[in-house]
């Protein structure tokens, strides 16, 4: 048996198919290893001794990690076979590391698509582990790591906001600064105004742009009524020119650009995104074939292979539209921090059209492989060809323009014209020196206005211009700062919360650099020399180390505490102030504010229960309405925990099923109570298990479980 080591369940269900018997394919799930929390400052880096690493087995990973030594020791060949990135070669490190498999001629298998055919091709030609890229992401995670832990212990202890980190803080610097602007924003008045012309049966609109030769600008009312009372009767055409224009596809989808056109399309969320790619790629059945449907969906290149060019896409656009459709690979566009290690993202073969693949698969997945599809088809096809009519109409030093495109040739937007805006409508033809008499003029008041609020589209398009984080990042950064309630989202719309403001402010006071965004897009630019071997693990640490740990140094003595707000309120037990404070997970709390000398923590009171106007049925006392955990309401009685009569909101004491008492005698003991040592243990039936509890219950509530053997 050899064994085959992936890191997604789904994507070890799917390559088990197109393996034989002599194959088994499990999975690690993701990250096996991580840093401890041992050693100086619990950062698991021996920083003395060149930043040794303390890795150890994630708790949740022992079972499994146990199965796939187990699996190892038995098969005749290991393959390692992750995620083609950073990440997945460490996975694959981590694994050779715990498994005792020898890093130098243990087999890598690497393939940017799940089908048959790019699996037995990995089979045929595997790799190795790529050390460099395994240090790459030491480095990256050892750096977040220090800036995490450092700087996110005096966040806490200074200003009770939770946490900071390489990327998430620049990315929040991004969001701050443009709430900021917003705020500081002071709009400017301009005014409008556009003309209405009928020509053959139709009206067109016809805005200002021009006043005695210079351009249109009004900024006050007695401007634009100035300007109404020139507009004459009727206009004048002064010039119509055409021209012809191609315009090119836009490349296939890297993962910042998927997650953009799905934010705008479908309002998907980037998580979202990544969640229906994350399926899309490991495999799903279609047809009766289960089989990864695009290629790797981490990834910062537009590049499409040649290969699929010429077995995949040009028969299906010769067949489907014709050769004149045909386009040709373009070369993939440079940019930041770029790295181009694989394919943009495509589907894995074209004659799984949209159509096809909508009749297996769920809606989410369908849209999204649709546009995955149609972008990555179009980007391989023909410019569309359009002429341009522009028409000036004059009169007495006004210019009024009016433009329409008439399509020439469709070229890509065959196939991906439904998700481009619609193109100007087309004009009749109009000759230089006709006249048209003016139906209606329209003049409108407005303001200048900022920049929008960043949204989940907007802020990945500004981390990848900046060169911050990666593909694999992006969604999860947005996650960070959402859970750390740093910013809300609302409809995708991104807004900081006082906690990340205060954050920002604080950050790029005492550590500047951890916000800003060119020093982060610079420690990228050192992972991607540590990969390429340009630098050493060893060299990019002390680089990054040493001018940190002298800003923390100073920042440490520096950092002021935010003082505690009072409540108003006296502490019951030392008479000292109370005043409003955080725990660890940010909920608010009263506590006592000679902390830790006094530990007294108000406790929040309860609200006193609505009585419902009736006796309990059991025991007498008045019915109150209660809430359960889940916040459902429930009628109970106020004799609790002495009487334990419930029933619905809905019931009367009628319709209320009576609970059945159980009643035991001496030939249900199995011993007496080592709790209590009044009642008995006796078998009691659970949800999900038996077990011995106490017949003294609910005054005493030992219980012990039951194994089998018992």
Not at 539 to 566: C, I, R, T, W
Not at 636 to 643: V, Y
Request: proline share 6%; charged share 30%.
């Amino acid at each position: 048996m050899k064994l085959v080591i992936v890191e997604s369940p789904k994507k070890s269900q799917t390559i088990t198919r197109y393996l034989g018997n002599d194959f088994k394919v499990v999975a690690s799930e993701g990250h096996i290893r991580d840093l401890s929390t041992r050693g100086k400052g619990g950062l698991g880096i021996d920083i003395e001794k060149g930043f040794a690493a303390d890795w150890e087995i994630m708790p949740r990973k022992k079972a499994l990690i146990a199965r796939i030594a187990a699996d190892a020791e038995k098969a005749e060949e290991v393959f390692l076979a992750t995620d083609p990135d950073r990440e997945g070669e460490a996975i694959s490190w981590h694994l050779a590391q715990v498994l005792n498999l020898p890093v130098e001629s243990t087999k890598r298998l690497q393939f940017h698509e799940i089908t048959k055919p790019a699996i037995l091709d990995a089979l045929e030609h595997p790799g190795y582990i790529d050390t460099n890229l395994v240090r790459a992401q030491e480095t990256r995670r050892m750096e977040d790591r220090i800036i995490g832990f450092k700087v996110s212990s005096l966040l806490q202890r200074n200003i009770n906001v939770q946490s900071a980190g390489r990327v998430q803080s620049s990315t929040l610097r991004m969001i701050v600064d443009r709430k900021n602007a917003i705020d500081a924003f002071v709009p400017e008045e301009y005014w409008t105004i556009e003309i209405e012309v009928l020509i053959e049966g139709k009206k067109y609109k016809c805005p200002l742009v021009r006043v005695d030769g210079k351009p249109f600008k009004c900024t006050s009312q007695e401007e634009a009524e100035a300007l109404l009372a020139r507009i004459p009767e009727s206009l004048t055409v002064s010039s119509v020119s055409k021209t012809e224009k191609s315009i090119f596809p836009k490349p296939a989808f890297t993962t910042s650009t998927m997650q953009q056109e799905a934010f705008s399309k479908y309002h998907f969320s980037n998580s979202r995104t990544q969640s229906v790619a994350q399926k899309l790629y490991e495999g799903l059945t279609v047809n009766g074939e289960h089989v990864g449907l695009i290629t790797y969906m981490r990834t910062d290149s537009t590049r499409i292979s040649p290969e699929f060019f010429a077995r995949h896409a040009t028969p299906y656009i010769l067949e489907t539209y014709g050769k004149e459709y045909l386009g040709s690979v373009r070369a993939a566009k440079g940019g930041k921090n770029i790295q181009d290690a694989h394919e943009a993202i495509r589907p894995t073969g074209t004659h799984r059209t949209p159509e096809i693949v909508a009749q297996s698969v769920t809606p989410d997945e369908a849209k999204l492989y649709r546009l995955i599809y149609c972008r990555a088809m179009a980007s391989l096809m023909a410019p569309k060809r359009v002429e341009r009519t522009s028409v000036i109409l004059s009169g007495n030093g006004l210019d009024f323009s009016l433009g329409g495109t008439r399509v020439l040739f469709k070229g890509y937007s065959v196939i991906f014209g439904e998700f481009e805006d619609k193109e100007e409508e087309t004009l009749p033809e109009i000759e230089r020196g006709q006249i048209f008499e003016i139906k209606k003029i329209n003049h409108e008041q407005k303001f200048t206005k900022p920049e929008p609020l960043y949204n989940e589209a907007s802020i990945v398009k500004a981390m990848e211009e900046k060169g911050i984080g990666r593909p694999s990042t992006y969604a999860t950064t947005i996650e960070t700062l959402i859970k750390r309630k740093y910013v809300t989202t609302t409809k995708g719309v991104i807004s900081p919360t006082e906690d990340g403001m205060k954050a920002v402010v604080v950050l790029q006071k005492y550590f500047p650099d951890v916000v800003s965004t060119d020093y982060t897009a610079s420690m990228e630019q050192q992972l991607d020399k540590v990969e390429t071997g340009e630098k050493t693990f060893l060299e990019a640490m002390n680089e990054f180390y040493g001018p940190f740990a002298e800003n923390f140094e100073k920042a440490k003595s520096l950092m002021y505490k935010d003082p505690d707000v009072p409540t108003g309120e006296i502490c019951p037990k030392c008479g000292k102030p109370l005043v409003y404070k955080q725990n660890r997970k940010g909920q608010p709390f009263i506590g006592c504010s000679g902390y830790p000398s006094c530990k007294y923590i108000k406790k929040e009171e309860k609200p006193e229960d609505e009585p419902v106007g009736e006796n309990c049925p059991d025991c007498g006392k008045p019915l109150v309405y209660k809430q359960n955990k889940k916040g459902e309401r429930f009628i109970g009685c106020s004799g609790f925990p002495s009487c334990h009569y419930t029933r619905n909101v809905n019931e009367t004491a009628a319709d209320a099923k009576p609970k059945v008492k159980v009643t035991y005698t001496e030939a249900d003991y199995v011993k007496p109570c080592p709790a209590c040592q009044k009642g008995f243990l006796v078998i009691k039936h659970g949800k999900k298990a038996d077990f011995l509890g106490c017949t003294n219950f609910p005054r005493c509530r030992h219980h012990e479980w039951l194994t089998k053997k018992k």
